[in-house]
Every structure is written in structure tokens, then in C-alpha cells.
């Protein structure tokens, strides 16, 4: 049975296509002005590289900001537990799922049967996310994806206040004309990241094992600050950004075994 | 209205054209959001009380009950305004005044609020600020004199900022709730407030007249008590019209009130024998707690819960807006002066749950609130909603969720601000967090 699950992000739409309950293929479009029809994007691009088409798939879930807005989608599935779902999908052992997007982060706990039994969200704010790295990127004049690596060569940490993006971004600039390096500024920007998302899943409890999945998951700079700041280990799938389509496409596959009977 | 030419210590002066155009422009967009909120909520009930008519009317602060307040104050009467609960509305009854609640629901105010404190500041003063600014808040304008119990810290300077239109009497709360010297320190505010209103009213509160008043709020509660006990099993009232009537309470005639409500009762009781439920049986029951929510742009929350995808219930709450208006009766064992004033003095202290408040054993008495309610309520979710800037709620959290992950019950952490603007982001909280109830109900 082939289902699809479609992530209508911020920033990105996400398509992920499995057959009974292996992943085939995943692709992806910016979300733009159109969030639908960038999913058509997405979705017909994730079938034709397995030579499927719209009519083949038994059942669409949509999930992300975006969710309502989805072509195609039988139902809908909350962010939560679209991330518990995946996250133990990934690794069965998982207990805490921790996502970052662009525009949000969140945590969940889940059970092992990929039930979410409680979740948390950052406050109404981007500096916990995606967003926050971008602009502090602007900031030292360093491509995004130079960030992670630019910051595992920091000798030493500095310290910036991730209280909200335009703040954060003038600490860095006093860091910058205290003429602190680049990799020690770019260290502090996850580092004071790391700070809020941890603080936010503290106040959900941490329970191993830890799973990070979202786009920011992709930087290994932000990874590395995770790990310290919660002292244990974080683990990460690969293609972070695509588990909450995936978490998605997983329910797709219940629910259609479910209409099925 | 009143005292126009105090010298404004506080607020800015704004042209009378600008306030003219701000007031009619907040005041038609809030018409519009009362007649929308109705239509939603009869729509969530197709089989509406036909009680909830009156309410529905009464509902609108612009309508017949301005008006009545109006006449009565053309024929003499004083209207005695207020903002948080500990007001003893049955002194003012007494002295033959009439008590009206005036903190502000409206979005739009808050904004001219933030000319004057900063946007930090809890949403409900800022808002509060500014429709008193452009004189939009109908009660608030009619209002002679404002009781202003000190309980927040926002609450305390509200009052000061207010005094640049109004004649304000502050009554200072104790916050430590069971030293006995708080209630004997609390008990000399009411004396002095008794005296107060029969100065201003030229009214004397005697004895016959304060033992009237009270029977009628006791009679009041007593239907309140009966509308709650209707909403513990399977559901025949929304949650909105509950607190919607609930919340009428505040500025409607409390004799005519208490006759709409026990119609309303008498309808439910029906509608429960005949089984005809406003939702499934096994749509998940929620709580709610925390920060006010006060009617009309306000009603976010609620209408959230009830119309997300999966739906919820509200069955109950905790809210100084909500059922701590009307929960508890004020206890008299003789009907003397004395045992009057200190049965109202005990009644507004000591069964106020607000988290202004500590004891020996902190805020227990929330905890007990919340815990019974889950358990008698049969409630399977707790919504802790916060505006920004309520720090007493928002720090009485953590205790919160544990006593209540102590008795297996979910509770999530809701926060936002006086916007429409968030409303999916908030959707997508209050929907996962019902997916997650109906999850549990389904095991």
C-alpha cells in the first residue's frame, strides 16, 4: 500500500512516499507565497522518482503550519504527533523527540507506542529556531550552512542572549566590535540557542532517548551545542527535515489500514 | 463623564476628534465580534436552550443593560465599579447602588494602552487603560466610583492610573490567607468600605437591607451551583454559554439574573432526560485555568477548544472571570451587622483561590480546587492559559502540573497576548493537545 505524507512547513514543503512502511522517496520546494501548490511540487516530484502517480497512493496526511492549506489530504495530523510517530519509527527507543524548524520549536514526550503524552512549544518567538541562526548569519557575513562548522573551531565559548532575534543580533554585534573571532561568535549564537530549547524540554522532563529532528538538525554547530547543554546524548536520523512528513506518512499508512476495515 | 479636569498624572490628552474616531471604530468592530461569537456558539448547538436568548442579549455591552443603568442613574442611583473580585458587591447592593465589573476583553485597546505602560504589562490593564482613554467600556464610563483591591501588581497601578478619570477606592488585600491577623486587618477594609458607600451613596446599609442583599447573592450562587452540577455528566450546555452566563453575572441585574439562570437550569435538567447531548458522550472534557478571559474579543480560547479538529469540552473552570465569580455563598450563622460584615469579609478572602495569594502551605487551596474538580467533573485535560505578562499565573504553573501529573491528569501550558494574530498558531496547540486526549480516551 503506497501513502504519502506531506510536512507544509514555514519555510519549506516536505513530501516523504512509503510503501507499507518503508520510505521510497522524499522531495522537497520552497514554500513561498503558495504553501499548495509548492506541496503539488513536492508531492509530484517525490512520485515520479519512483514512477507513481496521484491515483496510486491510497492516503495523503498533511501536517505543519501550513496543513490546512494541503492539496490532495484525506486528514490532517497535528506537528506533535506526527514527531512522536517518526521519532520512534527512527529509533524505537526514542522517548523525547525535540524539533526545530525555521519559525518553531518544539519538544514531545511519547510512550512506545509513539503516543504523545505531552509537548511543549517555544514562546511565541523565533529565537529558539531556524530563523535565529539565519539572522545571526547575516550578522558575521558567513553562509548559513558555514555556521556549524565555523563554530567547532571556537577555542573558547562567548556568551549572547537568545531572548529574541533583534537582541540577539545586537549582542553580536558588540561581540563582533569587541573584535571576538568568528567561530567564537558563531559558537555562541548555538550555544544560547541551545540554552532556550534545552531549558524548554527541561520543563518537559527529559527521558532518553533524546531525538532531534527538524531542519536545524542538519547543523552540526547547533548538534554539538544540544549535546552539552543536556549532557547526554542526541541522536539524529538522517533526513531530519523530512520526519514530520514522514510522522505523516506513517499515520497515512494507520489510517488507511483503518478505513480499510 | 465625572472629573474630567483632574490633572491627568498618568495618561496623555488626545484630541477629542481622535478618541471620537477610535472609540466608533473599536466600538463597531466589537458589535460585530458579539454577534459573531453568538453566531458560533449557537451554531455549536443546534439544539440551543432557549434561555441562552436573554443571555445572548444581555451579552452585548452595548445594549439594553447600558441602557437600564443609565435610567436608573438619571433617577438618583450611584453605580459602584470594580475590578477584581474581592469588591463586596453586597455592600454596594445594600446602600440600594449598583455594582458593575469593568475590566476590559477588548483587543484594540490594549494598543492605546501601551501609550502608557509599556507592552510588557499584562494585556488586561493595558486594555483596560485604554478604553478608559477613549471612553469605549460602557460600565467603566457610568461607573461613579471604582473599588480597586490591590491583588497584582497590575491591578495596584491600574488604580493609580485610572485616578485620572475617576474616584477610586482602593482596598488593601493581605496576601498571606490564613494569618488570622489578615482577616482582622481585611475585616477593618470592609468596615471602612461599608462606610465609604454610605457616604458616597448617602444611602445607610442597615441591617434589614444588608441581609436582603446577601440572600439574593446567596441565592445566586445557589443556581450557579445547580448550572455546575448540570455540567458534570454527559454534556447539555457548551462550555461557552456556560461561562458566557457566568460571566453576565458581572454587569446584568442580579435578582433578574438569578431567574434567567434557574430557567436556564430547569431547561438543562429537561434536555439531560431526554439525553440529547450538545457532543458525543466521549469528546474529551477539558478545564480551564489561569488568566481571566473576560468577554467579548477574548473568547479565543474557548471557542478554540470547542470548535478544533478533534473537539473538546469545557466543563469546567478556574478563572476569576469564570466560576470564581460565583462559587461560594457567604456564610452567615446570625444575622447581625457584625456577623454580616465579617461572613462577607471571610467570603471574599478566604475562598478566593487567585494566585495573588499565599499561606503557610502556599497556594493550596487553587491545588484543592483544581484536583476536586478534575476528579468530580470527570475533566481528562487542564488548559493553563497565560497572557503575557501575568506572572503570578504563569509562576504558579510548575505546582500546578504536578499536583495534577499526581493524579494522571495532562495539562498544557497555553500562552498568548490581547491578538488575533495567533490564533493558528494557537489551533495548532489546543488541536494536538486534544489528539492527545482522544488518544487516551480511545485506549
Keep these: ?261 | 463623564m465625572d472629573s474630567e479636569k483632574i490633572e491627568k498624572k498618568y495618561t496623555p490628552e488626545i484630541p477629542a476628534k481622535e478618541i471620537e474616531e477610535l472609540r466608533n471604530s473599536i466600538k463597531t468592530a466589537s458589535e460585530k465580534i458579539i454577534a459573531e461569537n453568538i453566531e458560533r456558539m449557537k451554531k455549536a448547538d443546534p439544539k440551543r436552550p432557549e434561555a441562552m436568548k436573554y443571555f445572548d442579549e444581555i451579552s452585548n455591552l452595548f445594549g439594553q443593560r447600558q441602557r437600564e443603568i443609565l435610567a436608573e442613574k438619571q433617577k438618583g442611583k450611584k453605580v459602584i465599579g470594580y475590578m477584581c473580585l474581592f469588591a463586596p458587591i453586597e455592600l454596594i447592593m445594600a446602600a440600594d447602588a449598583i455594582p458593575v465589573r469593568v475590566n476590559s476583553g477588548w483587543y484594540d485597546t490594549s494598543k492605546i494602552g501601551d501609550r502608557v505602560v509599556p507592552v510588557e504589562v499584562c494585556p488586561v490593564i493595558r486594555s483596560t487603560i485604554g478604553a478608559k482613554m477613549i471612553g469605549l467600556s460602557p460600565f467603566l464610563e457610568l461607573s461613579d466610583a471604582l473599588i480597586s483591591v490591590l491583588t497584582c501588581d497590575g491591578m495596584t497601578k491600574l488604580s493609580e492610573i485610572l485616578s485620572d478619570y475617576k474616584t477610586i477606592w482602593p482596598m488593601n488585600v493581605p496576601r498571606v490567607k490564613d494569618a488570622t491577623h489578615s482577616l482582622r486587618f481585611w475585616d477593618d477594609e470592609i468596615v471602612q468600605m461599608k462606610q465609604q458607600i454610605e457616604e458616597f451613596t448617602g444611602n445607610k446599609i442597615t441591617r434589614k437591607r444588608l441581609k436582603q442583599a446577601i440572600e439574593q447573592t446567596q441565592r445566586a450562587t445557589r443556581v450557579f451551583r445547580r448550572l455546575q452540577d448540570l455540567r458534570k455528566g454527559n454534556p447539555v450546555i457548551t462550555g461557552r454559554d456556560a461561562m458566557l452566563v457566568n460571566q453576565a453575572y458581572l454587569w446584568d441585574d442580579k435578582v433578574r439574573w438569578t431567574e434567567k439562570a434557574e430557567a436556564l437550569c430547569d431547561e438543562l435538567e429537561k434536555r439531560a432526560q431526554r439525553k440529547e447531548w450538545v457532543c458525543p458522550p466521549d469528546t474529551p472534557r477539558v478545564l480551564v485555568t489561569g488568566t481571566p478571559m473576560y468577554w467579548p474579543d477574548n473568547w479565543k480560547l474557548p471557542t478554540l477548544v470547542e470548535e478544533a479538529n478533534p473537539k473538546g469540552i469545557i466543563v469546567a473552570d478556574e478563572l476569576c472571570s469564570g466560576e470564581r465569580i460565583l462559587n461560594d455563598p457567604v456564610g452567615v450563622d446570625e444575622w447581625t451587622m457584625d456577623d454580616m460584615l465579617s461572613a462577607i469579609g471571610e467570603r471574599y478572602l478566604m475562598a478566593s483561590t487567585c494566585a495573588c495569594f499565599t499561606s503557610s502551605d502556599g497556594n493550596e487551596d487553587r491545588i484543592n480546587w483544581l484536583v476536586n474538580k478534575v476528579k468530580e467533573w470527570n475533566v481528562q485535560g487542564v488548559i493553563y492559559y497565560v497572557i503575557r505578562g501575568c506572572m503570578l499565573y504563569a509562576m504558579e504553573y510548575s505546582r500546578v502540573k504536578k499536583a495534577l501529573d499526581k493524579i494522571n491528569t495532562p495539562v498544557y501550558y497555553l500562552d498568548t497576548e490581547y491578538t488575533r494574530e495567533d490564533v493558528g498558531q494557537l489551533k495548532t496547540r489546543v488541536e494536538a493537545f486534544l489528539e492527545m486526549l482522544t488518544a487516551r480516551v480511545d485506549l
Design chain 1, 1 to 261: 500500500m503506497i501513502t504519502v505524507g506531506m510536512d507544509l512547513g514555514t519555510q519549506r514543503v516536505k513530501a516523504v512516499v512509503l510503501i507499507d512502511d518503508a520510505v521510497v522517496s522524499r522531495a522537497q520546494a520552497f514554500s513561498g507565497f503558495d504553501p499548495a501548490k509548492a506541496a503539488e511540487e513536492a508531492v509530484g516530484e517525490a512520485l515520479k522518482k519512483v514512477k507513481l502517480k496521484i491515483s496510486d497512493v491510497a492516503y495523503f496526511v498533511a501536517t505543519g503550519s501550513a496543513m490546512e492549506m494541503a492539496p490532495y489530504a484525506d486528514s490532517t495530523v497535528s506537528m506533535m504527533s506526527a514527531d512522536a510517530k517518526a521519532g520512534v519509527y527512527l529509533f524505537p527507543k526514542a522517548r523525547t523527540i525535540i524539533d526545530v524548524g525555521a519559525e518553531e520549536a518544539r519538544a514531545v514526550k511519547c510512550d512506545e507506542k509513539a503516543l504523545m503524552v505531552d509537548f511543549v512549544v517555544n514562546e511565541r518567538c523565533a529565537a529558539g529556531a531556524g530563523a535565529f541562526i539565519e539572522a545571526m548569519a547575516r550578522a558575521l557575513e558567513v553562509k548559513l550552512e558555514e555556521m556549524g562548522p565555523l563554530s567547532l573551531k571556537a577555542e573558547r565559548a562567548s556568551q549572547i542572549n537568545a531572548s529574541c532575534v533583534i537582541f540577539g543580533e545586537s549582542d553580536v554585534v558588540s561581540l563582533i566590535h569587541r573584535q571576538e573571532s568568528k567561530p567564537e561568535i558563531a559558537r555562541a549564537v548555538f550555544d544560547a540557542m541551545a540554552d532556550r530549547i534545552s531549558s524548554m524540554v527541561h520543563r518537559l522532563g527529559v527521558k532518553p532517548d533524546v531525538v532531534l529532528i527538524g531542519g536545524v538538525a542538519k547543523d552540526v554547530g547547533f548538534v554539538a551545542a544540544l549535546k552539552r547543554k543536556l549532557g547526554i546524548d542526541v541522536l539524529v536520523p538522517d533526513f531530519p527535515d523530512f520526519a514530520g512528513a514522514l510522522g505523516a506518512a506513517l499515520t497515512a499508512a494507520t489510517r488507511a489500514k483503518e478505513r480499510r476495515k
